[in-house]
């Protein structure tokens, strides 16, 4: 609490307001047109001396981390971040986890930010530089566009980029981990990373430069290249351009999803901005729950827009499921001809887009067509295993009026009665937080394992924080317990004595999450594992508490129900403000 107040006492909300809006002194209090909805009259009121503010219009209302996670579309700790950075206060849990990753972190931003203003130079050079503008003048990108978006371009040479750090004394080893350089097969050699590509920088929500991507502009393999996981950045962990588009998606109420830089960049030339990117295809949770943020929890909504071929479909197929799961109302649009949103806005126009994207079917829709692709209805087997593959996703949708109305919809889809579908998802077990089919660990409990085995600095910093009984009732407990024994013994080879202090089944399940190899990962990314698992840990707590609330209601106790309704609000307080 102490590094809250000191924040609160150094964020003057005034001064925060007024980044948002102009605001007039009237006596002790600043008023000015609400930030949050169109008004003529201004009815946006802060309170400099109770450090308030409140909106008698739309009836929004806070202190200064509640202003700047709504305007911002930021989590509570992302706010600590961005008001600890604005006024320069050290956070003590960061620094005190690991001040070597701190100041790697603050190097790897340093030089992402020169390697911009570098790739930027290029792409206004003359010879290489003049033909990577004219690629993208002919892809459509006028000079407003390419400047907004930072675009640059990297020199189709072996070690150009290298060079330039050389001569600015930067170490290669601090390149290569931000993935701005490859190590080469004899030391001291490395070469660039990113050669003869149109560069996209990719920004955080604060705007920091935290990776790249790069779109070759000749018949080069692959067509597009990212930079890898770094300590500033892990892929699949944010939207891109959402640093851009975060006020007129919220505005707007609704995200349309599209899958790469180009896409983006075309339909934000044309105007239409309540848009991010995946960077991909494959959609990740965390992403979901970013777009649900910045769209507004309440009232989330986002328009799937990937490409019109079979791989952009079955990536909206895989995820529009991952939408159901938290909560958010989704719509997919398929652009005809297959083509993908770039090439629709570039043929048809900005009019003709927007027309389309008001016939988008919904989620349901199109996950019932999809899997009607794959069988026939007509056949009994073939009508079993899509009725419950369809099912099988809707159960995890956890408002139950939602759930229930979508199983009405299904029925009418597929012509079914609706009342077996019930029957289906009444023998279904329980819907709880999803584990891997295979490993039988959760997907924050793999990645986590994952991280600490193969960084030990890591694995030193996060098992040393954590509660004596942090890990009961997970699958690997064993592990964990372990792990962190040999850490307070400042133990070596870890991972070959793991085998042996934990049941074979276990060693299996790890074995084949370290085959995976989804890379070292990153002191933030174990964090955010280890905190998805300290919440699944509350929210089956919190089931098993509201199955007591139940009985209590069936049977009239109410002094101990009042007592278990306490405790369950405590818990979703707690669970909250994770």
Not at 126 to 139: P, S
Not at 252 to 270: K, N, P
Not at 451 to 479: D, M, R, Y
């Amino acid at each position: 609490m102490e590094i809250i107040d000191q924040l609160r006492q150094a964020a003057d909300i005034v001064d925060i307001a007024s980044q948002y809006t102009t605001l007039k002194r009237r006596g002790r209090k600043h008023v000015g047109l609400c930030p949050f909805h169109a008004e003529k009259d201004p009815s946006f009121t802060v309170d400099s001396e109770k450090q308030l503010f409140h909106c008698f219009g739309c009836g929004v209302g806070g202190d200064v981390f509640t202003l700047v996670m709504e305007k911002e579309n930021l989590t509570f700790p992302e706010v600590l971040n961005y008001l600890a950075e604005k006024y320069h206060i050290p956070l003590p849990q960061k620094s005190k986890l690991s001040p070597e990753l701190q100041k790697l972190e603050e190097r790897v931003y340093k030089a992402n930010e020169e390697a911009l203003a570098f790739f930027r130079r290029c792409l206004f050079q003359k010879g290489e530089g003049e033909t990577a503008l004219a690629y993208l003048k002919k892809r459509g990108l006028s000079g407003e566009t390419i400047e907004a978006l930072k675009v640059g371009y990297a020199p189709n040479s072996w070690n150009a980029l290298l060079t330039y750090f050389q001569g600015r004394r930067a170490e290669p080893a601090l390149l290569e981990k931000a993935g701005l350089v490859l190590p080469g097969q004899r030391k001291p050699e490395s070469y660039d990373r990113f050669r003869g590509r149109v560069i996209f920088p990719i920004f955080s929500l604060t705007s920091k430069v935290v990776a790249f991507g790069g779109r070759t502009i000749a018949d080069a393999d692959p067509k597009y290249l990212n930079s890898p996981d770094t300590p500033v950045y892990s892929k699949g962990k944010l939207l891109y351009g959402l640093n851009w588009t975060k006020e007129a998606v919220r505005e707007a109420g609704e995200l349309i999803l599209v899958e790469g830089y180009t896409d983006f960049a075309s339909l934000y030339q044309a105007g239409i901005r309540n848009v991010a990117a995946s960077l991909g295809t494959a959609l990740t949770p965390y992403q979901v729950d970013i777009a649900r943020r910045a769209t507004g929890p309440e009232s989330a909504r986002i328009i799937i827009n990937y490409d019109g071929d079979s791989a952009g479909r079955n990536a909206a197929f895989r995820a529009v499921p991952l939408c159901f799961e938290k909560a958010v109302q989704t719509q997919v649009l398929v652009l005809p001809e297959n083509l993908d949103p770039d090439a629709f806005i570039r043929k048809c126009g900005p009019k003709a887009y927007l027309d389309m994207a008001g016939k988008s079917v919904s989620g349901l829709k199109f996950l019932v067509d999809m899997n009607l692709r794959t069988g026939k209805m007509s056949v009994p087997e073939e009508k079993s295993r899509i009725v419950k593959s369809i099912v099988a996703e809707l159960d995890k949708i956890p408002d139950s009026i939602v759930r229930s109305e979508y199983l009405r919809q299904t029925g009418e889809y597929l012509g079914v009665d609706e009342s077996f579908l019930r029957q289906i998802v009444e023998k279904r077990p329980a819907a709880g937080p999803a584990r891997e089919e295979k490993a039988g660990l959760f997907p924050a409990e793999k990645r986590l394992l994952e991280i600490l085995l193969q960084n030990p600095e890591v694995a030193g910093q996060i098992l040393l924080q954590t509660e004596e009984n942090e890990f009961s009732g997970l699958a690997s407990e064993a592990a964990l317990r372990f792990m962190r024994d040999c850490v307070r013994a400042r133990k070596k080879n870890v991972q070959a004595e793991l085998s042996k202090a934990i049941p074979p089944q276990l060693s299996r399940w790890i074995s084949e999450a370290m085959l995976e190899r989804l890379g070292q990962g990153t002191m933030e990314e174990a964090m955010e594992n280890l905190t998805s698992l300290r919440r699944t840990q509350l929210e089956s707590l919190s089931r098993a508490l509201q199955k007591e609330i139940d009985r209590c209601q069936r049977n009239g106790e109410k002094e101990k129900l009042a007592a278990l309704l306490s405790q369950r609000q405590a818990l979703t307080r707690k669970i909250i403000s994770m």
